[in-house]
């Protein structure tokens, strides 16, 4: 397993701009840090939720079908691919609205947030699978990029609106890093290199 591909995944997809991150910045910026820290929580358990489905869906059906592997392999990269030319094309980001900041707010987002919900159906069979059998392997991964998750959304909590303008004045130059991070990623988990 490339274990730096894998980190600078989870971490180009969980830290960059999406649906979750911007409410929690909005969420910062309105209510605060302490109030925001609730809607985190509930993220941060909807996530790790979603990953431990996926693994366990994708586990199923790699016994059923065992060529599904490779397919997933490859959505994972052209879903890396995605992602980077949405990156690479992102203009300034706005601050979503006034958001609910709750628990529940936070559960309930990562649900329909579709960024989350492709990153938690691929991740899984593009890295751990291939290299790992064992369902205790994917526990822990399932936990590691859990964690991940949870400090990428609080590293908005922590920067909030000096994140925000930081990311304004240098927007260019960070979604240009971003995604050639995200296009190296996407040709490691394809299996070409």
Request: hydrophobic residues 55%.
């Amino acid at each position: 397993m490339n274990i730096l591909s894998f980190i600078i995944y989870c971490v180009v997809v969980t830290f960059t701009p999406g649906p979750t991150n911007i409410v929690i910045l909005s969420s910062v910026q309105h209510y605060g840090a302490r109030k925001t820290m609730g809607y985190v929580g509930g993220a941060t358990l909807a996530f790790g939720l979603l990953l431990a489905a996926s693994a366990l869906l994708n586990r199923l059906l790699a016994g059923i079908l065992p060529h599904l592997l490779g397919v997933m392999q490859l959505i994972g990269s052209l879903y890396m691919l995605y992602l980077a030319y949405q990156v690479y094309r992102m203009g300034r980001s706005e601050a979503a609205g006034r958001q609910a900041s709750g628990f529940l707010s936070g559960l309930v987002m990562q649900f329909a947030n579709p960024k989350v919900l492709l990153f938690t159906l691929t991740v899984i069979p593009s890295y751990v699978m291939p290299y790992y059998s064992s369902p205790a392997a994917a526990f822990l991964f399932v936990i590691v990029i859990t964690v991940i998750g949870f400090l990428a959304f609080t590293a908005w909590v922590i920067f909030g609106s000096v994140f925000k303008s930081l990311l304004q004045r240098h927007q260019r130059i960070m979604n240009n890093l971003m995604a050639l991070f995200l296009v190296y990623s996407a040709v490691m988990v394809s299996g070409i290199i």
